[in-house]
């Protein structure tokens, strides 16, 4: 079995089967924007030999953590894997993606690059310019490497901005006392704008593609470093779980988008904004599931 025979009527019927836990989970509150998003909503669309889409696919979101696992191979290509890892680790936390004690329990070095730690230490490896300059150059790249359409939803950063993340900042004072940033205001601005790159189901499907299939921009060594690292640390907490059950790499974020790579196969990007407690899309998860069991798509298979 591969992706490439799913058939339509399949996605279909486990996308109807999917939609009772659109109202299992919940939307986050600490973002005014994605506290107000239908939590009906639903979106499938899967990359193998061709595309296949079910449910809301015209609906536009943003990217919120989804955005990590870019960001780094952005990095491991611009300034390569030695680089990066002085700045981030490559360990699975069984924390929360925004955990303070794990960081000050780790002397302030992020355990990876899929949680809030990591990707913000990340931005100190950006140019020195502005978070917006920053943004711009990073979504240049992405839109032209993967042939897709991000904007930045200006209306989602004002909403993340209208309610500042204590959190986060906190997380980022941590990182310039351990000397791996040198401005809190620039890595917050930046990893803001980062998660507020928005695009269709289509887009992150096309984005997943980026690490599934050899692509003559990207070194094959970094999509195998970003695959390993989503498939151990990309759910957060549940990330060894979700191994075990699915067998993908894969990363979530708070905006209910969820993303599946099936290496040398193709994609599966899900949206669907209610989330668990862990911050992962409930239908979403249920979703990736089903197509890997009943297609066989586990890595280890
Ligand atoms: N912008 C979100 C935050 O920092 C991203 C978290 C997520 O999507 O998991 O809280």
Redesign the pocket.
């Known amino acids: 079995m591969a992706l490439a025979h799913l058939t339509q009527a399949d996605l279909d019927s486990w996308v109807t089967q999917a939609r009772r836990f659109t109202l299992q989970g919940r939307l986050?509150d600490?973002?005014p924007q994605l506290a107000q998003v239908d939590p009906r909503l639903l979106a499938v669309h899967t990359i193998a030999d061709e595309s296949l889409v079910s449910g809301d696919f015209a609906q536009p979101f943003v990217l919120?953590?989804?955005i990590k696992p870019f960001l780094l191979l952005f990095l491991l290509e611009q300034v390569g894997s030695d680089r990066v890892f002085q700045q981030v680790g490559t360990e699975p936390s069984d924390q929360p993606?925004?955990s303070i004690p794990q960081l000050k329990n780790d002397d302030g070095f992020p355990r990876n690059p899929m949680i809030?730690s990591g990707a913000i230490a990340l931005t100190g490896l950006m140019p020195k310019t502005s978070g917006s300059e920053r943004c711009e150059a990073f979504r240049r790249w992405l839109n032209e490497c993967a042939q897709t359409q991000f904007i930045l939803d200006e209306k989602a950063l004002a909403s993340?901005r209208s309610l500042p993340?204590q959190?986060?900042r906190a997380i980022a004072d941590l990182l310039v006392q351990r000397e791996l940033l040198d401005r809190v205001d620039l890595a917050i601005d930046t990893?803001?704008q980062l998660?507020c790159l928005s695009g269709t189901i289509a887009d992150l499907a096309q984005l997943g593609s980026l690490l599934a299939k050899p692509h003559k921009r990207i070194s094959p060594i970094h999509q195998q470093m970003v695959s390993a690292l989503m498939l151990t640390c990309g759910l957060?907490e549940v990330s060894g779980k979700f191994a075990v059950r699915v067998g993908l790499p894969m990363k979530?974020?708070?905006?209910g988008a969820l993303l599946a790579i099936v290496p040398k196969q193709g994609a599966i990007a899900c949206y669907s904004p209610a989330i668990d407690k862990v911050?992962n899309s409930v239908a979403g998860l249920f979703l990736v599931e089903k197509l890997a069991q009943e297609l066989e798509l586990s890595v280890f298979r």
Request: aromatic residues 18%; glycine residues 10%; contains cysteine.
């Open positions: 986050p600490y973002i919120m953590s989804v993606f925004h809030n993340v993340n959190t986060n990893y803001n998660c957060y979530s974020g708070v905006s911050g």
